[in-house]
């Protein structure tokens, strides 16, 4: 049958169109023209009965039932209508003492106060959050077969309670979906202060996971396709998946729309960030950086001038400790008795023996005799510089075929990705100076090479208590915040080499897999490095995933935590490239400059190098041409041998103390402003824009021409998204633009579906060809126009609007029979519809009227309680029957072990987004109700509450107190009676007295059963 309504609907559209091309799409665009057009204000439609209507809704729909020979049936009760509307707006009943109130006044005013009112309460958050939810495929864990948890899943359950509350503008909304983590100004918490923007987009990795699959480019392509699916049908109600494998059949949407879309999704990954004090670090890492630069081009000259007066001492000393330490040196200075000759005989005994050493050249002469003759000397020099020059050619080549992947010591010519301020905002230059926290030596560091360098004084970074550790082996909460991202990539060999200093953790993330489990996949992992402060290469064989698009995530060892890391180059190769020698390349251009003839001359060619590396780092550090990477070294060598120089001049090195001094201690300031503890949650972290290509059939193993990026071809708008990065702050632009046809419908439409049990379009989901058509077209336009023109894209107004209309208020119950012939679906709303409570409004009642519910807001999941028929591998600890009280939006949900009283009342299964739920009556239900031990105890709370709140009371006034909490009314006299005898006949039973315990306990147990209590009407 099902195939037989495709095949018709194939025909009707036009099948025997060709299926790619203008022709089919401009086919299919007008077999569906209505939702391309962008939704106008129209007029309100002239009605006979011009009293009825009390908003402007209610003309539209009047209008419709007019033109059928129908008229709406009488307004609900007011207890009806006021149970309705708590139902609706927070997912709870109406308080006894409300109910009491509004019996007294009905009016309309007393409607608005009310409705206000519900909307200002913190429960109307978490009531449309679940709605929400259902859309996004919410679950804590990955599902698959060992359902490891999703870390910190419920920080995006908690964003959304609070953006609805905040009655959050819906466009707004949606950027943050899509784009949350790189809006230039993210929305704050208005009272802890951390960034609420970037939450949103933690809903992409809230769905299925497998932690160790077979063919992880093929997995890859299922998560990404989930992910499109929830995509297109909660933000456009357009079945995007259904283009995967070859163009809609019924639609506008082509293969290349889809991967066009998918392009967004590669090009971005997947983060634990660190939310909590993000926002607040930024600052003062600004500050810190801003101080930085400033101390250092205040204090670096004179850095700089008082180290050359003590250079200007160097071709002195190195001759008078040389004489010293042969027994043949004259008389030395007070200066150069303080350094000694002890250090001068360590460093020519280390440098006559290291080729890399900067005095290798001088050691190896100075104490050979033979160097005495001039000619000899020369020699000697020339035979040094050419092994020098060999080897550094050598060095600096890197294996045949081998590729540069990432080049940190490029930093023009390198894309920067971070999460957090460990690396900074940038990669460090040659001739980079990095002060010391010590003022007697203020210089840390003179870079002689550019690189990613890891900023230690962000150590201090750890998690708050109770935040969720990942489940893989890798896990994301430990890169958090100290993470450095290269650019996506597509490895040849698959042999990678990363050219590092310190101690590192690399994470390889092939094809977005995060799930690192074993037994497979588990060399995407490396570690390695020295702590000895030299360069070195780290080999990461990935030979198994060569071809697959990948890119690496540095992080620091926090096992050496103190250690400075820097990142290079990544280089692809059969084997490791040389390691780089030091940088004394213009040392040895000095000296083979002018070949000296005698010692001295080869001394004061020394002299003149390091004093020439002084005078180019003064002048150029930090500007836009840097000095030469020869310069920078010898500063830096110098640096750290000042004890080898005797101190000149005392004034010139107080003033630079002082001056750091005073640096020091701002700096010191700034770090004990630095919020180091956190909590984290899921989201995205942008990458590279990557096109993916289409896949022939689906299949990834038949790649067609790339689709660029770019919101589906139907949106004539629209523009191919071309940013560097993963374009997904154009895409989130181009979704909210106001000639977009679709967003501002469809959200309307799913606010409609949840307020009146039926959406315009029933298929809330799905408002292509093969989805409803809407009952009230105009109505709908009409209501997004309004949306967006008159309610700013306010949620809380576009219900309110709808609440207070005579529509919403009118009873289930029709006093036209003739309704019920003509339109016997409720296609033209003559009449409300009958409406069962969804599954969590259902639990969450019960434990409203037992007086067990606690009101308190966000927090870790609570476990759900598993009966002893609930088995399976990785089954979760058992939690409190009652949850603790807590509203069901705060219960755990465990994608292989959800709640069995909430699956019985159709909660979906959290695979795919859902946007309107299945609704069944089947005994089972009714079983549940009668044997779930959850009501069994909710009901005698409620009984031991009843009877301490009305110790002395009647049994009519307790009898009122259950049935106003149950169904918002008093009894009616035959009920009143029923229960009397009913509670006679239990306490025979029973064997005690009408006011014990378990005999109120049966009497509230039996109203819990009652379709009243579980059904709206």
């Not at 679940?130 to 870390?151: C, K, L, V």
């Not at 400059?593 to 001394?603: F, I, M, V």
Request: net charge negative.
């Amino acid at each position: 049958m099902i195939r037989f309504v495709v095949l018709l609907a194939s025909i009707s559209i036009g099948a025997d169109q060709p299926e790619t091309g203008e022709v089919a799409r401009s086919t299919k665009k007008e077999a569906l023209a209505w939702i391309w057009e962008t939704p106008t204000c129209s007029p309100l439609p002239v009605v006979r009965n011009a009293n009825w209507p009390r908003g402007e809704l209610d003309y539209f729909v009047l209008s419709q039932l007019e033109e059928a020979g129908l008229h709406p049936t009488l307004p609900a009760a007011p207890h009806l209508w006021l149970r309705r509307v708590h139902f609706a707006i927070t997912g709870l009943p109406p308080r006894a003492e409300l109910v009491d109130e509004f019996s007294i006044d009905t009016s309309p005013a007393a409607r608005e106060r009310i409705i206000d009112r519900l909307l200002a309460s913190p429960h109307f958050g978490e009531h449309w959050a679940r709605h929400w939810m259902d859309s996004m495929r919410y679950a804590e864990t990955r599902g698959h077969e060992a359902d490891f948890q999703i870390p910190n899943a419920y920080q995006y359950r908690d964003y959304l309670i609070r953006a609805i509350n905040a009655d959050l503008p819906y466009d707004r909304f949606v950027r943050e979906h899509i784009a949350g983590d790189l809006l230039t100004k993210p929305r704050s918490d208005p009272v802890r202060g951390f960034n609420e923007s970037v939450l949103g987009t933690g809903w992409v990795f809230l769905g299925e996971e497998m932690e160790a699959p077979v063919d992880i480019r093929q997995d890859e392509c299922d998560r990404s396709d989930n992910k499109l699916d929830v995509f297109g049908k909660t933000f456009l109600g357009l079945t995007v998946a259904c283009a995967r494998c070859h163009d809609h059949k019924f639609d506008t949407l082509s293969q290349q729309d889809y991967y066009g879309l998918a392009g967004f999704i590669a090009s971005s990954s997947y983060r634990q960030v660190r939310f909590d004090s993000m926002e607040h670090n930024r600052q003062v890492a600004r500050q810190l950086e801003r101080l930085h630069d400033e101390s250092v081009q205040r204090i670096g000259p004179t850095i700089m001038r008082s180290y050359a007066t003590r250079a200007e001492r160097l071709a002195e000393t190195l001759l008078l400790m040389r004489g010293h330490l042969l027994g043949s040196g004259g008389p030395s200075s007070a200066a150069h008795d303080a350094v000694g000759s002890g250090p001068w005989f360590d460093l020519f005994c280390n440098a006559m023996f290291d080729e890399d050493h900067p005095f290798h050249l001088f050691s190896r002469l100075a104490f050979d005799r033979d160097c005495e003759d001039p000619a000899v000397l020369t020699q000697r020099i020339r035979a040094l510089l050419t092994r020098w020059r060999t080897r550094s050619a050598t060095s600096a080549e890197l294996p045949p075929g081998a590729r540069v992947i990432v080049d940190y010591s490029q930093p023009a010519s390198q894309t920067w990705l971070t999460d957090g301020f460990t690396f900074g905002s940038g990669p460090v230059r040659v001739g980079d100076i990095v002060l010391s926290d010590d003022p007697g030596r203020p210089i840390g560091r003179v870079f002689h090479y550019g690189c990613a360098r890891k900023d230690p004084l962000w150590d201090v970074l750890s998690l708050s208590a109770g935040t969720q550790e990942e489940s893989s082996i890798i896990p994301a909460s430990a890169r958090s915040g100290r993470t450095l991202r290269t650019p996506t990539f597509i490895p040849g060999s698959g042999t990678l080499h990363y050219l590092v200093r310190g101690r590192v953790n690399v994470f390889a993330c092939v094809d977005q897999h995060i799930m690192v489990q074993p037994p497979l996949h588990q060399g995407v992992f490396t570690s390695g490095g020295e702590s000895d402060g030299d360069l070195h290469w780290i080999s990461h064989d990935l030979r198994p995933y060569s071809g697959h698009r990948m890119h690496l995530e540095f992080a620091p060892d926090l096992k050496w935590p103190t250690h400075e890391v820097e990142i290079l180059q990544v280089v692809e190769a059969a084997t490791p490239p040389p390691t780089p020698l030091p940088p004394w390349g213009k040392l040895y251009e000095s000296l083979s400059d002018q070949p000296a003839r005698s010692l001295g001359e080869l001394a004061q060619a020394y002299q003149r190098a390091f004093l020439e590396a002084l005078e180019h780092v003064a002048l150029n550090s930090g500007s836009e041409n840097p000095p030469a990477a020869g310069h920078a070294g010898l500063v830096q060598w110098l640096s750290d041998h000042l004890n080898l120089l005797p101190r000149i001049s005392e004034s010139v090195d107080d003033q630079v103390s002082s001056i750091a001094a005073v640096h020091v201690a701002r700096r010191d300031g700034l770090i004990k402003t630095i919020d180091c503890q956190s909590r984290t949650a899921v989201a995205w972290m942008d990458g590279t824009g990557v096109d993916l290509p289409v896949l022939d059939r689906g299949d990834y193993r038949s790649p067609l021409s790339l689709a660029p990026r770019r919101l589906p071809e139907a949106f004539e708008y629209a523009q191919v998204v071309t940013a560097p990065g993963s374009g997904r702050l154009e895409l989130a632009r181009q979704l909210v633009d106001s000639r977009n046809p679709l967003v501002a419908r469809v959200i309307v439409n799913r606010v409609w579906h949840h307020l009146f049990s039926r959406g315009i379009v029933a298929s809330v989901d799905n408002f292509g060809y093969l989805g409803d058509r809407p009952t009230h077209p105009e109505l709908l336009d009409h209501l997004a126009c309004r949306f967006v023109t008159d309610d700013r894209w306010s949620i809380k107004k576009l219900i309110r609007r709808m609440v207070l209309s005579s529509t919403f208020a009118m009873s289930s119950r029709t006093d036209d029979q003739r309704a019920e012939m003509i339109d016997p679906t409720n296609q033209l709303w003559h009449r409300m519809p009958v409406r069962r409570l969804e599954a969590e409004a259902i639990r969450d009642a019960v434990l409203a009227v037992s007086g067990r519910l606690d009101s308190a807001l966000f927090g870790p999941p609570v476990m759900v309680h598993m009966t002893e028929f609930v088995v399976g591998r990785g089954r979760p600890r058992s939690g409190p029957l009652d949850g603790d009280g807590r509203r069901t939006i705060y219960s755990s949900v465990r994608r292989n072990f959800l709640s069995t009283l909430m699956r019985t009342f159709d909660l979906p299964v959290p695979f795919a987004g859902v946007g309107r739920r299945t609704t069944t009556n089947v005994p089972t239900q009714s079983l549940a109700m009668m044997n779930d031990k959850f009501i069994d105890e909710q009901a005698e709370v409620w009984a031991r509450r009843t009877l301490r709140e009305y110790r002395d009371g009647r049994f009519a006034d307790r009898l009122s107190a259950v049935y106003r909490a149950a169904f918002a009314r008093p009894p009616t006299a035959e009920e009143t009676e029923a229960c009397r005898t009913a509670l006679g006949e239990m306490a025979h039973l029973h064997g005690a007295s009408l006011t014990a315990t378990e005999v109120w306990t049966d009497l509230c147990d039996a109203l819990l059963q009652t379709s009243e209590f579980i059904y709206v009407r």
